[in-house]
């Protein structure tokens, strides 16, 4: 049998996780921010034989339990098929 008794506070195991909490908040302000420049560059980068699918780029940010993730979205579509 195991047993298991704690005597004291969780004031550092809780100081750990807000302070990872905020550091993890300050990494999808620059995630957001690299998302806007490549949404940007994919349209500067979109041959323009009309602005719509230059235009129609987007990004969203996925945040895990272990990471973020950016992906870059076109939502225009032309005869069914995604461009």
Same mark, same amino acid.
């Given at each position: 049998m195991i047993k298991f008794t704690h005597g004291g506070s969780? %004031?550092?195991t809780e100081t750990f996780f807000? /302070? @990872?909490k905020s550091i993890f908040d300050k990494y999808?302000? &620059?995630l957001h921010r690299y998302g806007h420049e490549g949404v940007l560059a994919l349209a500067a +980068?979109?041959?323009i034989d @009309? +602005?719509?699918t230059a235009s @129609?780029?987007?990004y969203k940010i996925t945040k895990t339990k272990n990471s973020c993730r950016i992906t870059w979205t076109n939502s %225009? &579509? /032309?005869s069914g098929i995604p461009i």
């Open positions: 969780f %004031n550092k807000k /302070r @990872s999808e302000h &620059v +980068a979109t041959p @009309s +602005a719509l @129609s780029w987007d %225009n &579509v /032309r």
